[in-house]
């Protein structure tokens, strides 16, 4: 699986939207771009994800680069419950694949 | 109604005995997951199922014994417990080569 970094925290205030980056630089062209979240140890909680084409829908946005080096997570009104640990992976869409994730960026939304 | 769970959500238990976590998911997929989040939050796969067919099975202790009665459900068996198997265990489930959605994890703890 093509690796991918993070930064590791990042703070937003409560109302603005909050863009998460990820970088991607050795991603194969069958893979995608999935994010996930985790709430203070709940179960990994699935976001968006995308091949190429930029994705949205009622969680967040996805901005995908035009050469798939790097995405953007957008949670366009950041609020208070969106504090968790952000996981951006890369994945092929083939048969069984295992999800593998990385120390994602840990998101914490001020008041 | 919960799409994966996992009984039970916590494990206390002493050094040498023998649990077994259960995983079951109502969303008619067809492949099963296990993943371990240890002490340092790294999440990791453990064994993946398609059809009652184990598919996945990463660098795991053969005192790990997954297995799945039914599509439905995945059941992971441990024996001898240790120390170091505490660990937060979540399930998770998938249609072949789709977004995986995750349990709320079971919480053992080895004493």
């Known amino acids: 699986d093509a690796k991918t970094t993070q930064p590791p925290s990042m703070d937003c205030a409560e109302g603005r939207a909050a863009n998460l980056p990820c970088n991607h630089s050795t991603i194969s062209g069958n893979e995608y771009v999935y994010w996930y979240r985790q709430i203070h140890s709940q179960g990994p909680q699935y976001i968006i994800h995308g091949l190429k084409n930029n994705e949205t829908n009622e969680m967040a946005s996805l901005i995908i680069t035009e050469d798939r080096k790097s995405s953007t997570l957008i949670l366009p009104h950041a609020t208070l419950r969106d504090t968790a640990v952000y996981y951006c992976?890369?994945?092929?869409?083939?048969?069984?694949?295992?999800?593998?994730f990385g120390t994602g960026t840990r998101l914490t939304i001020i008041p | 109604d919960t799409a994966v769970s996992q009984t039970p959500k916590y494990l206390v238990t002493q050094m040498g005995n023998d649990k077994s976590i259960k995983c079951e998911q109502n969303l008619g997929h067809d492949t099963m997951y296990w993943y371990k989040q240890d002490s340092k939050k790294f999440l990791k796969i453990m064994f993946s199922y398609n059809n009652k067919e184990l598919i996945i099975n990463e660098t795991v202790p053969n005192r790990f014994s997954p297995k799945s009665p039914d599509k439905a459900h995945l059941n992971l068996h441990i024996n001898s417990l240790e120390l170091g198997d505490s660990a937060v265990y979540f399930c998770?489930?998938?249609?072949?080569?789709?977004?995986?959605?995750f349990g709320p994890g079971t919480r053992l703890l080895v004493l």
């Open positions: 992976i890369v994945r092929v869409a083939l048969g069984n694949e295992k999800l593998t």
């Open positions: 998770a489930s998938s249609q072949a080569g789709q977004t995986q959605y």
